[in-house]
Nanobody
Framework: VQLQASGGGLVQAGGSLRLSCATSGLTFKPYAMGWFRQGPGKEREFVASISWTGSTTNYADSVKGRFTISRDNAKDTVYLQMNSLKPEDTAVYSC?????????????????WGQGTQVTVSS
């Protein structure tokens, strides 16, 4: 099973980025997906999650109204659209897959993890 996150980069505050997480080696459709991040000197924290149908999404309070998680089951890919970025959003962003289809906010609920992609927001 492989999860490959991409789309990170350096952006100015107020800018936007779209992260992608392509999966392989698993039957994508029944899996719930999540995005987590770990900033410098910080613990890993939940960002967003989406159920296997896409009908249920969850967001951390810090990103509500700015970030949108979505998925394309035909492409085995989950996305994170990040708008109005702030310097405090700077982190390594990782995607994760959960074999049970319901979206969850705790990292221990996820079975597979990908390597992250760096997002740096300058002030």
């Amino acid at each position: 099973v492989q999860l490959q996150a991409s789309g990170g980069g350096l952006v100015q505050a107020g800018g936007s980025l779209r992260l992608s997480c392509a999966t392989s080696g698993l039957t994508f459709k029944p899996y719930a997906m999540g995005w987590f991040r770990q900033g410098p000197g910080k613990e890993r924290e939940f960002v967003a999650s989406i159920s296997w149908t896409g009908s249920t999404t969850n967001y951390a309070d810090s990103v509500k109204g700015r970030f949108t998680i979505s998925r394309d089951n035909a492409k085995d890919t989950v996305y994170l659209q990040m708008n109005s970025l702030k310097p405090e959003d700077t982190a390594v962003y990782s995607c994760a897959a959960r074999s049970a289809g319901s979206a969850r906010t705790l990292d221990i609920a996820y079975n597979y993890w990908g390597q992250g992609t760096q997002v740096t927001v300058s002030s």
